[in-house]
């Protein structure tokens, strides 16, 4: 079974810039998140879809960030215009269902933002 | 408010050492779960274990274990007879029925020879 995978792994862009992340969960699983860690901080929760619905978006940092699911599979995450302090690591993670599924990890896209 | 925290920022040990990693956390759910993800130098977050907040039995797995103590509120994990494959950053986290993780500031632990 593959796991769930990340495009790209690093991405470097200017500020102002647009970027999109892009998440592939595993197969069947209803639940995806996106997180970040930033500076070497605790990894934070960004936003959770129940196949393509936004269930919690709660961490959102500003209406700079999009997040998208469409037909509930892939769900990709745009930055418009990026800025300095979106670099950071951005993870994808899924699970099977909600209540205590554990939700298992892609590798995370690198983001840099000179 | 919910919260983790992890108070060794890092950790250093010799190969075959005990360490113990701390975890505690707080919240007012009465169901909630905890979990333990291990970040190896790759990247990748990799699950080690969840518990739920009705069972307080302690796990052991290989040289892994894990007491769980909601008297205190804490979460540790302890390897035995560490090994430099064990060098990794080490995440505690809590989830409530929202569906949300909330991280702990990690423990980045070295394991040298």
Redesign the interface.
């Known amino acids: 079974e593959a796991g769930v995978t990340q495009f790209p792994s690093h991405s470097v862009i200017e500020k102002g810039q647009t970027v999109t992340l892009r998440c592939d969960p595993i197969s069947g699983h209803d639940n995806l998140y996106w997180y970040r860690r930033v500076m070497g901080k605790e990894i934070k929760f960004l936003l959770h879809f129940v196949k393509e619905s936004k269930q919690d978006e709660s961490g959102m940092p500003n209406n700079r960030f999009l997040a998208e699911r469409t037909g509930g599979t892939y769900s990709t995450l745009k930055v418009q215009p990026a800025e300095l302090e979106d670099s950071g690591v951005y993870f994808c993670a899924s699970s099977k269902g909600g209540g205590g599924q554990p939700q298992h990890f892609g590798d995370g896209t690198r983001l840099s933002i000179l | 408010a919910q919260k983790v925290t992890q108070a060794q920022t890092e950790i250093s040990v010799v190969e075959k050492e005990d360490v113990t990693l701390d975890c505690v956390y707080e919240t007012r759910d009465t169901t909630y779960?905890l979990?333990w993800?291990k970040q190896p130098p790759?990247?990748?977050?990799?699950?080690l274990i969840?518990r739920?907040s009705f069972d307080e039995q302690n796990e052991i797995s290989g040289r892994y274990s894990w007491n769980f103590q909601k008297s205190t509120s804490s979460f540790n994990f302890t390897i035995t007879a560490s090994q430099v494959v064990d060098s990794a950053v080490y995440?505690c986290a809590l989830?409530m029925?929202?569906?949300?993780?909330?991280?702990?500031?990690?423990t980045e632990l070295s394991v040298k020879p």
């Open positions: 779960y979990f993800y790759s990247g990748e977050l990799v699950f969840r739920n995440f989830k029925e929202g569906g949300k993780l909330i991280f702990g500031q990690g």
